[in-house]
Nanobody
Framework: VQLQAYGGGLVQAGGFLRLSCAAS????????MGWFRQALGKEREFVAA????????YYADSVKGRFTISRDNAENTVYLQMNSLEPGDTAVYYC????????????????????WGQGTQVTVSS
């Protein structure tokens, strides 16, 4: 199983980026997909998650209303559209896949995810 995240870069505050995560995993549609981020010197934190069908999504309060997670099960890809970026969004962003169906609390727990991508750096300048 491999997850390849890409799309990061340097952007000014107020700008936008779209992250993608391509998954080489059998039965991609059976996985909950999540995005997490880790800023320098901080723990990895939950950003967003999307359930198997794509009909239910979850967001951290800090990104709600600015970020949108989506998936294309035919392309084995999950996306994170990030708008109105702030310097506080600067971090390495990781995509992750979880085969287990979890509740709304469990889905935000990084320890529950089975597979992780290598991360893509997002830097927001003020």
């Amino acid at each position: 199983v491999q997850l390849q995240a890409y799309g990061g870069g340097l952007v000014q505050a107020g700008g936008f980026l779209r992250l993608s995560c391509a998954a080489s995993v059998p039965a991609f549609a059976l996985y909950t997909m999540g995005w997490f981020r880790q800023a320098l010197g901080k723990e990895r934190e939950f950003v967003a998650a999307i359930r198997r069908s794509g009909g239910v999504t979850y967001y951290a309060d800090s990104v709600k209303g600015r970020f949108t997670i989506s998936r294309d099960n035919a392309e084995n890809t999950v996306y994170l559209q990030m708008n109105s970026l702030e310097p506080g969004d600067t971090a390495v962003y990781y995509c992750a896949a979880d085969r287990t169906v979890r509740d709304a609390v469990g889905i935000t727990n990084r320890n529950g995810y089975d597979y992780w991508g290598q991360g893509t750096q997002v830097t927001v300048s003020s």
